[in-house]
């Protein structure tokens, strides 16, 4: 078991007003973190299988220990710049019952305990621009951290995707 696999099994989850965990992790600079009871464990980058007529961020499929996980590229997902390979760049395993999905992000950078007076709510922004999938924003360690609720993150769309790929497999 990776060291990872066994920070994520030992979490647990707080009543209100006790910090919250999270994995914190980079996309292009910027700095992001999911609740670490929806993260089944971090792996390296590995073979994708490529899966015809999805969405550019769907990247494929991939075997897991017996399992097919879809794959989505974050950086696309959110229209940032073209993704970059690199050795940190790694693949985060989601528990999105009754899905999997394993999402691309550039580097994996902690675990936070962030306490409920350290998170703002989300900035408003422009009119059309989707913001239901932050849940706030954590203030650590001088930094602004962006807290995502991955499941508002993903369309319609992309759960039929998700959907469709895990049960052709």
Do not use: W
């Not at 999905?101 to 306490?115: P, R």
């Not at 849940?135 to 995502?148: E, M, P, S």
């Amino acid at each position: 078991m990776s060291e990872q696999t066994q920070v994520v099994s030992q979490a647990e989850t707080k009543p209100n007003g006790e910090a919250q965990r999270y994995l914190a992790f980079s996309l292009c600079g910027e700095e992001y973190a999911i609740p670490l009871l929806k993260v089944k464990e971090v792996i390296a980058l590995s073979e994708i299988t490529p899966v015809p007529y999805t969405p550019p961020h769907f990247k494929g499929i991939m075997n897991l220990r017996g399992q097919v996980i879809s794959v989505m590229d974050l950086r696309l997902k959110f229209r940032m710049v073209k993704p970059k390979i690199t050795s940190e760049t790694a693949i985060i395993i989601l528990d999105l019952a009754p899905l999997s999905l394993g999402v691309i992000i550039d580097s994996v950078d902690s675990v936070l305990a962030v306490e409920p007076t350290e998170i703002s709510p989300p900035p408003d922004l422009e009119v059309g621009v989707q913001k239901d999938h932050l849940t706030g924003v954590a203030r650590k360690d001088k930094k602004l951290v962006l807290l995502l609720d991955i499941a508002k993150a993903l369309s319609v769309e992309d759960i039929k995707t998700l959907s469709n790929q895990q049960t052709a497999a």
